[in-house]
């Protein structure tokens, strides 16, 4: 990142002139002064001259920040190109706002996002005009620190030259050194270089000028994470005495219960949250503490706790029978409710969870085609079933190259990938088209998260899905969605939103109110192929599938979930982004999500598939969950939300303003 300084569209002389390059220029205190003025924005630096051009190689979906100030009278735009002059910046993608006045002077935050690996040419405009071209650039290099070598008029010969150093946010990976064009080594974060000592470097406790020392508004990366996770053991210790009740409780589960529960996901360290009660958005706690929830059972009520519409339709279907060795009529019903909302559904095969859909529509590709390889993208997760249970959250040499990722088993207990599964690069279309066309007349389906909840809420790129449709109809395999999370994210499910058809589609969660459930959903053609009566048909029975209670207990979910809903679901979701978006601006953090989901990464770096999520700092997170658990509100351990229509704005004040409390320091 980089930030450049506007006066007005003065040439480079006068710039220097009027601000007065070797004068009592007080950037610290202009920098204390902005951070007072506009306390929820974070400047990186500021680096004091309009009229300047630089080059800076940024990664997809990074943002660059520019500080600048306008003396006329409209506010500053960033404009240029990228690549070498052959690509123009997009028209949306310089963005003037955030504006604060000082001794009467207009400061705009400025922020520009590029493609993936752009190196750019920029200036900035003031009043609709372009600031000249100047002969002496700024060159910035933004990996780990960002350095800035400054050559302007008046300044000595480049050796001696003073090298200014800025906090950045693009990556926790940096090399201790680096060397000027000129030569002259350059300090490792956090340090600066002593003139004519090459090398030599000496702790900067303060912020000054040119450059920001250790109470810098945006720290570096690992100064930032570690500030929370050098409270981990105060906290920790805190959540222990606030929890006794549920610490007995585990202590129980541990002696009968392998490792105190039968659930892995729920347990974090040092003891979950026992549940007594919920309802709305609300939980209450083995202790009594009431507990905002913020994940509601990993996404599947989005109704929040016992809403009263579900609970009578459920406590109804009890008092008649809760399951029979027959059907009631109450599955046709749900099925039509689903095949209503999904495009292309004309049959629909209920199950009782997430886990055996995927495994009864991995079964039904295989069948429909004769193909033996279930093929699905790395660190997606599918369920638990061994087929799928490849490459969830690998990590080192054992993943293979980026662009063909190797099976990694997930669990023990797997007898092996060979012939059974292919493993794909997520958001990578060009690798995933190479894979398929040599593998692909062995394919049988392409399981995809049209959000892949594992990886971090991380969404499909633009065109991915839909070259995913393409390649599967080319190489002659099924193409299916697994929406046993993504459902919630509209009326029509993930692919309705995507305008993308799959062949199938598993369902789970919220389909069944609140009780255990699954479904495979699709086309006649494939899901015929369960069909009693047919010959080799793939079999599939279960004796609480379809039951009364849970087929009950979805219809009135569903019943709740019309567009409208779904429509203020969805704000609301955007809302809470937008706000954590606000509250992290500086900070090397990321948010994703969509619809009603959301989730909070420890990474500088935009993630955009399982590699880039290993960035995250996983402790960090884990602690920040921790923290807010102990202010009473409840997330996944690795930081995953989603909204409820029981959640309130005042709960979502209270998620974000916690937040800001916890991570400020």
């Known amino acids: 990142m980089a930030i450049a300084r506007a006066r007005g569209l003065l040439p480079v002389a006068a710039a220097v002139a009027v601000l007065g390059i070797g004068q009592a220029t007080d950037f610290d205190g202009l920098l204390t002064r902005l951070a007072d003025a506009r306390p929820d924005l974070r400047p990186v630096a500021i680096e004091q001259y309009l009229n300047l051009i630089g080059r800076v190689p940024i990664v997809e979906g990074e943002t660059a920040m520019f500080l600048a100030e306008s003396a006329g009278k409209g506010a500053p735009r960033i404009v240029g190109d990228f690549n070498g002059g052959g690509e123009r910046m997009p028209d949306d993608s310089a963005l003037a706002g955030s504006m604060t006045r000082i001794d009467g002077t207009d400061w705009y935050y400025l922020r520009v996002r590029l493609p993936r690996g752009a190196r750019v040419r920029y200036r900035i405009a003031v009043d609709g005009r372009e600031a000249p071209d100047p002969r002496n650039p700024i060159r910035v290099e933004s990996f780990g620190t960002v350095y800035s070598e400054l050559r302007m008029p008046g300044y000595p010969s480049p050796r001696s030259r003073t090298i200014r150093t800025f906090r950045s946010v693009v990556s926790s990976r940096s090399a201790s050194r680096v060397t000027t064009t ?320 799959p062949d199938l589609t598993t369902l789970g969660k919220l389909i069944g109110g609140g009780f255990p459930v699954g479904a495979v959903a699709g086309a006649g053609r494939v899901m015929d192929v369960s069909a009693p009566g047919l010959s080799d048909r793939v079999t599939h029975a279960g004796t609480f599938t379809a039951n009364p209670v849970t087929m009950a207990a979805g219809l009135a979910t569903l019943a709740e979930l019309t567009p409208a809903a779904f429509d203020a679901l969805n704000e609301a979701g955007e809302r809470v982004r937008r706000a954590l978006r606000r509250m992290c601006d500086g900070r090397p953090l990321q948010i994703t999500g969509a619809g009603s989901l959301f989730k909070i990464s420890a990474t500088p770096r935009p993630i955009v598939d399982h590699r880039t999520s290993l960035e995250a700092d996983a402790e960090w997170e884990e602690t920040l969950s921790l923290a807010l658990l102990c202010e009473g509100l409840f997330l996944a351990p690795r930081l995953h939300g989603c909204l409820s229509t029981a959640t309130t704005p005042e709960d979502v004040d209270r998620l974000v303003e916690t937040v800001h409390v916890l991570i400020r320091d």
């Open 182 to 501: 000129s030569g002259t080594p350059r300090s490792p974060r956090g340090t600066t270089s002593t003139p004519g000592a090459p090398g030599s470097t000496t702790r900067s406790p303060t912020c000054s000028r040119g450059h920001l020392g250790d109470n810098a508004f945006v720290p570096v990366t690992e100064s930032f994470y570690a500030s929370l996770k050098s409270r981990r053991s105060a906290i920790e210790a805190r959540y222990r005495e606030l929890t006794p009740a549920s610490a007995r409780l585990f202590e129980q589960a541990r002696a009968i219960l392998p490792g105190g529960s039968t659930r892995d996901t729920v347990v974090r360290r040092p003891h979950p949250p026992f549940v007594r009660e919920g309802a709305g958005a609300h939980l209450v706690d083995a202790d009594g503490r009431s507990l905002v929830d913020f994940w509601f059972n990993a996404t599947s009520l989005p109704l929040g706790h016992a809403h009263p519409r579900v609970v009578v339709a459920a406590q109804g279907a009890v008092a008649l029978g809760s399951s029979f060795y027959a059907p009631t009529g109450l599955e046709t019903d749900l099925a039509r409710e689903i095949g209503r909302r999904l495009p292309g559904v004309a049959r629909v095969r209920f199950t009782n969870s997430g886990t055996e859909a995927v495994m009864l529509a991995a079964r039904m590709a295989r069948a429909f085609t004769g193909r033996p390889l279930v093929a699905k993208f790395e660190g997606s997760y599918h369920g638990s079933w061994d087929d799928v249970a490849w490459s969830v959250g690998p990590q080192g040499a054992a993943m293979g190259e980026s662009a063909a990722p190797a099976p990694v088993a997930a669990t023990a207990g797997l007898v092996g990938a060979s012939g059974r599964v292919l493993v794909l690069p997520f958001n990578n279309l060009e690798a995933t088209a190479r894979l398929l066309a040599s593998h692909g007349a062995r394919v049988a389906a392409v399981f995809v998260e049209p959000i892949a909840n594992r990886m971090g809420l991380v969404q499909p790129g633009p065109g991915f899905l839909a070259g995913l449709r393409d390649l599967c109809d080319r190489h002659g395999a099924l193409l299916v969605f697994d929406e046993v999370i993504a459902f919630r994210l509209g009326y029509r499910g993930a692919q309705g939103l995507a305008g993308v058809t």
